[in-house]
């Protein structure tokens, strides 16, 4: 019988090939440089997950609850952040200490069975965020430009091109990408929440958890959306993953440095991603639900109330633009994460271009054919939907990803400290139970 083969800290590694092997340790970390230098080194990775955190799978959970509750949700996105921050942590870290991302650690842990099962959930989840991100981008050009939603999803097929073009510059310059669109998300909803004129004693008090989120039947079911929204389960292998492209030293020392400014990184961005998620849903609370239109759960509804509401010709525009952006940062940092569940989980190098449009094939037969036959509604609810399998998909992630930074074999000095044990369990626990509330709840209602 051949025994297993163990690397360092207790990983079985039949492949030490690592994902992205074309960009692994390619961005320079200067050693002799000053702190702000070797911080700009490490910034950008947390960048790329901050875009899975504003997707246009947000904007359809945060205007629906902003629009039917007002400010009372905020706190749903203010928690889930924390939830995103820690587990975000232990993502990279996974990556740095190992240098395996999370497909590659779990393949190299469990049955080759369970592995599979793994990864069909996370192709499920991936090609549920990319069916959010060509909806989102077919209706921002219906709005930009009055393009048939039908005709918008066929378009949004071409963007594979884009990604091969970005690709062959280098990671930085996907990096840089990405950096400039979040900028455009965030002048645009500036200009909206500015326009908006939002009460603060509202925001401040939205902040803290109600009871009444649990109690009503609907606020929960959106706050699952913003919870499988916000904390994106593809976004924990791809963290794994490109942290590996920083160029640091594979040694105690420099496992350390790469921790404390990659978790720097990770921790400013999402707070950006806070910002701009809180946003959509104050501009929602301030605009729809202060006026009475508390029915408006899509994006095209809350496009057409947002001009004659806040009487500016540009709020429409400045949506329209932020929702594009959106969308296309979104497709970047899909198009990797798809890359490395299936070279990490089954051992299998794609060209990009090849896995790009396999993961759009998948997700453009439900976008069309609903977009055909329910038309803009339809799409609207698919969306919701959307973001209610990544939260069910959310379980099968982090349990993994929770065992193996726990576990003193795999992590060794790097293992998860106690109380960074308790909180992130505790995480896990709450949206184990939170998920299958939902289901409970879904199959009673429909059943």
Known sequence: ???????????????????????????????????????FAFTGPGLLIAVGYMDPGNWATDISGGAKFGYMLLSVIFISNLFAI????????????????????????????????????????????????????????????????????LITTIDVLMILFFQSKGFRYIESIVATLIFTILICFSFEIISSKPEIFSILKGIIPNINIIKNPHAFYISIGILGATVMPHNLYLHSSIIQTRNYPRTVEGKKMAI?????????????????????????????????????ADIMDAHKLLTPILGSGFAGVFFALALLASGQNSTLTGTLAGQIVMEGFLNIKLKPWIRRLITRLI????????????????????????????????????????????DSKKMGIFVNGKLLKILSWLITTLIILLNSFLLYNYFTIYS
């Not at 975000?88 to 497909?103: F, P, T, W």
């Open 363 to 406: 997700a453009i037969i439900p976008a069309m054919i609903t977009s055909i036959i329910y038309g803009d509604k339809g799409t609207a609810e698919l969306l919701i939907i959307s973001q209610i399998i990544l939260s069910i998909q959310l379980i099968f992630a982090i349990v993994p990803l929770v065992n193996f930074t726990g």
């Open 86 to 153: 820690i587990l975000q942590h232990l993502s990279l870290k996974l990556g740095i200490v190992c240098e395996r991302d999370l497909a590659q650690a779990c393949r190299d842990h469990y049955h080759p069975f369970i592995s599979f099962i793994l990864w069909i959930l996370c192709e499920i989840a991936i090609s549920a965020c990319d069916l959010a991100e060509i909806i989102g981008s077919a209706l921002a050009l219906k709005l930009l430009f009055n393009i048939p939603i039908t005709w918008g999803v």
């Open 1 to 39: 019988m051949q025994k297993k083969r163990y690397s360092i800290m207790g990983w079985r590694k039949d492949n030490k090939q690592p994902t992205l092997s074309e960009v692994f340790s390619s961005v320079h970390v200067p050693q002799k440089k000053g702190m702000w230098k070797k911080f």
């Open 260 to 296: 404390k400014y990659a978790t720097i990184d990770s921790t400013l961005s999402l707070s950006l991603a806070f910002f701009i998620n809180a946003a959509i849903l104050i501009i929602s609370a301030a605009t729809f639900h202060k006026y009475g239109h508390t029915e408006v």
